[in-house]
Nanobody
């Protein structure tokens, strides 16, 4: 049974950092791209970052480029999202998702399993 469980969210002040973790089980992490998405109240789900399985190539949305870093540890079945210099506009529920293919994409339509999400709130 495929399962993705996010953790690491919370309340942080502007300029602070958080590290999100995504624990994957029920499939071979090595074979699939993994994405991080976020959804703020009243907004559509947005692709934040993703990492491919083949060469660990990465994608970042322009809004987070230079501040967020995605990484994966296939041996531990874990994917991480290090978030630095957080801004109030980063406030959202963050989801990790398993890609259908080995490469990564910012389109949610190319992901078939999703975690429950973890809340990130950036506020003073």
């Amino acid at each position: 049974q495929v399962q993705l469980v996010e953790s690491g969210g919370g309340l942080v002040q502007p300029g602070g950092s958080l590290r999100l973790s995504c624990a994957a089980s029920g499939f071979t992490l090595d074979y699939y791209g993994i994405g991080w998405f976020r959804q703020a109240p009243g907004k559509e789900r947005e692709g934040v970052s993703c990492i491919s399985s083949s060469d660990s190539s990465t994608y970042y949305a322009d809004s987070v480029k230079g501040r967020f870093t995605i990484s994966r540890d296939n041996a531990k079945n874990m994917v991480y999202l290090q978030m630095n210099s957080l801004k109030p506009e980063d406030t959202a529920i963050y989801y990790c998702a398993k890609g259908i293919y080995y490469y990564c994409s910012d389109s949610p339509h190319l992901y078939d399993y999703w975690g429950q999400g973890t809340q990130v709130t950036v506020s003073s």
